[in-house]
């Protein structure tokens, strides 16, 4: 497997992981850059890298790998103009033609994982996205991918959009329905590790059910006297009743 010198543009969640596994993969990750540079420091150590001054590296990378705000890959692309690395970015939901008519080699890199600093991650079995500027870029992205997980696929940037929108609703807004329930359970001063267990086997029922066939609830019973009584006790939170009552009316009208 080959071993790439790589540079490190951000500090947040998906660059910390990532560079963590690379590393790990005897990969070398020559320097850091953040616009915040304390969080650079702190990468840079974990990793035995450099902290960079600039976006362009002067370590000469083999890639970059650009994992900022979506709203921040186009303006590093252009300051990477010149480069004759690779550059990749990680997001899942920026086209690949950020970096066209811009960096001569190019692609993406999308791993489809929630990350949190402060919590480890099983990146061999994370599935990877990727999709690149040519056939040899490709294949240098496979490589790369491969070093730190068993499942990768090509996707264009059309496919890793709705990739990236299925996990948007399955984990961003269910965690929010986590947290509505927390701060529910919290009012009454009762803690949300007593919803762990149906938490737990709700997740679970997916392996073995769709999750149209696992569905339950009032809801999908369409009973409308617990509905009800549900709302009536919602109307002071008026955010949390029109939550509650849209929800409902989702899951009734799939049904149908």
């Known amino acids: 497997m080959s071993k790439y010198r790589i540079a490190i543009l951000g500090s947040g969640n998906v660059a910390t992981h990532l560079s963590q596994s ?9 320097s850091v850059y953040s616009k915040t540079r304390t969080n650079a420091e702190i990468l840079a150590e974990i990793v035995n890298a450099v902290v960079s001054e600039s976006v362009i590296s002067d370590r000469e990378p083999d890639v970059y790998i650009v994992s ?16 004759k690395s690779i550059v990749l970015h990680t997001s899942g939901s920026v086209g690949v033609d950020v970096f066209a008519d811009r960096i001569e080699r190019y692609g993406v890199i999308y791993p489809l994982q929630t990350f949190s600093v ?3 991650v099983n990146m061999n079995s994370v599935p990877f996205f990727i999709e690149a500027s040519g056939k040899e870029v490709l294949n240098e992205i496979k490589n790369l991918a491969h070093s730190i997980a068993d499942n990768v696929t090509i996707a264009d940037s059309k496919k890793r959009m709705l990739l990236h929108i299925s996990a948007v609703f399955a984990c961003n807004f269910t965690n929010h329905m986590f947290t509505i329930a927390d701060s529910i359970l919290s009012s009454e001063g009762l803690c949300i590790d007593i919803l762990k267990p149906l938490i737990n086997e709700t997740i679970q029922k997916i392996d073995k059910l769709s999750p149209v ?3 339950t609830g009032p809801a999908i019973r369409n009973d409308k006297d617990v509905i009800e009584k549900h709302l009536k006790m919602l109307e002071e939170k008026e955010n949390l009743h029109d939550i509650y009552k849209f929800m409902t009316n989702s899951i009734y009208r799939y049904k149908k």
Do not use: C, P, R
Request: proline residues 0%; hydrophobic residues 40%.
């Open 68 to 83: 900022v705000s979506d709203d921040a890959i186009s303006l590093i692309a252009e300051e990477l103009s010149n480069t």
């Open 22 to 30: 690379l590393y790990s993969a005897g990969h070398d990750i020559v």
């Open 213 to 215: 066939d696992a569905q």
């Open 118 to 120: 402060k919590k480890d």
